[in-house]
Each structure stands twice: as C-alpha cells, then as structure tokens.
C-alpha cells in the first residue's frame, strides 16, 4: 500500500507540546505512516517578524521529536530560501518520496481560513489533500462554508470527512517567546529537551 505522509509546516518558533500532540492525533486518527515538520524559512503569508536562525529552529524540531519514529524534521525550505510556498513544498516532496507516497497538508484552523490568501492556492488543494484540526479561538467548522466560493462545495466536504477532534490547547509560540524574554518558566509547554537548548543558546531572550 502507498506510504501515507502528513506534511506539517511550521515556522516552529519555537516548536511545543501542542505541536505535538496535534500532529500525533491526525497520524493516529487518519492512519498516516509518518509526519513531516517541514521548518519553513519566512512564511509569506504571515507578517514578517524577527524569527530564531533556521539551524536553530531545526534543532529544536530534532529535539521534540526525539522517540517518536514517526515523526521526521525536514528542512528542504531552509535549503530552498526565500519565501516558504507550500505548493512548492509538496511538489519537491512529491519528487523525492516518489509516485507511492500519499500526501496530507496538516492544516490549523487559523490557517485553513486563510488559505485563500495562500500562493496559488487553487492549485495547491487540488495537489494534496488537507487534515484540518481546529485551534482556539477558530471555530473550525462555522467558518468553511465560507471557502466553498473558493474552492467549491467537494473539497469542504473532504476536509470535513479529513477533520481531526482535536483537543483544545491554549498553547502558543508567541506565548512561549514572551515568558522566556520576561524570565519565566516555559516547562511543559516546550519540550524539556527544547527548553534547555532555548536556555543554553540564548533564543527569544532579548528582543
């Protein structure tokens, strides 16, 4: 049978827990062989902002997945350059994985409402399929209608099919950078392995 691969983009500035637990719960429930953290460079559909170095954000993703061997760190946008476009993304990974390889965009909620803003959007939903999980603050389900005059009626549907329960985590990595710059504990919302690499190479505390 095809090898089924979610691929999770992320800036993971830093990575943590609901990361995780996210992503575990789309491969559990949709049956995925493995997920890739793809660490994007600048993601253009965000405001640019001031991000760790990318070898710096690499690491921490090697660092939070240590144990699980499904999950796998891929820093192809690092290497890329530039602009992080998904579309590009899952065309180069469609390239090395080969015809046997079937891709699943894992998708927050936040992001999913925006995904008609996204680089060449249309043609990425027609490329890969996405699991949508929802975060908080984003009611998820209130807000597809909405993408059906984008990207039609069928494809609500399969992301409605593809939706992943996820537990509700108000956990983010904003949140994370902001406790470490004032000094206070970030334990268990990181990983203790991300912790300690945030604290020995000095991220997020200035600036």
Known sequence: MPARIGVFGGSFN???VAHLILAERARVERTLDRVLFVVAGQP???APRPLAPGPDRLRMVELAIEGNPAFEAVDLELKRGGASYTLLTIRELRRRLGPDAELFLLVGGDSLLELPTWWRAEELVREVPVIAFGRPGNPLDAGLDGL??????AWVRQVRELMVAAPQMDISATEVRERVRAGLSV???VPEAVRAYIAERGLYATG
């Not at 059906?148 to 009626?153: I, K, M, N, P, S």
């Open 14 to 16: 830093p990575p943590h």
């Open 44 to 46: 253009p559909h965000k």
């Open 148 to 153: 059906a005059a984008h990207f039609g009626q």
């Open 187 to 189: 334990r268990y919302m």
